[in-house]
Nanobody
Framework: QVQLVESGGGLVQAGESLRLSCAAT????????MGWYRQFPGMQRELVAD???????LYADTVKGRFTIVRDNSKNTIYLQMNSPKPEDTAVYYC???????????WGQGTQVTVSS
């Protein structure tokens, strides 16, 4: 089992930077990918960005050039640096961990990010 704990969400104004963190504990032996998904009200969760253990990244088109995902394998922690956030980025952000890309297995509890205009 893997446990994921997110932090760093909150209320920011459009254009202000925000950084989310996610720390993983437990058996990480079979975990290759970690990443961030987000969920808008009434919608399914969607990928924001993910990163493999060797640093391969994937971003949603809507955040490319604005958000950066970073991974510290020594701490089993990932970060999402959100630069130039927009009101349409307002959502609950979930950390995930998995062995395979596009197959989230473990989820964090979620953290609310609200971007005001």
């Amino acid at each position: 089992q893997v446990q994921l704990v997110e932090s760093g969400g909150g209320l920011v104004q459009a254009g202000e930077s925000l950084r989310l963190s996610c720390a993983a504990t437990g058996n990480m032996r079979w975990i290759d990918f970690m990443g961030w998904y987000r969920q808008f009200p009434g919608m399914q969760r969607e990928l924001v960005a993910d990163i493999s253990a060797n640093g391969n990244t994937l971003y949603a088109d809507t955040v490319k050039g604005r958000f950066t995902i970073v991974r510290d394998n020594s701490k089993n922690t990932i970060y999402l640096q959100m630069n130039s956030p927009k009101p349409e980025d307002t959502a609950v952000y979930y950390c995930m961990a998995s062995r395979w890309r596009d197959s989230p297995t473990y989820w964090g509890q979620g953290t609310q990010v609200t971007v005001s205009s």
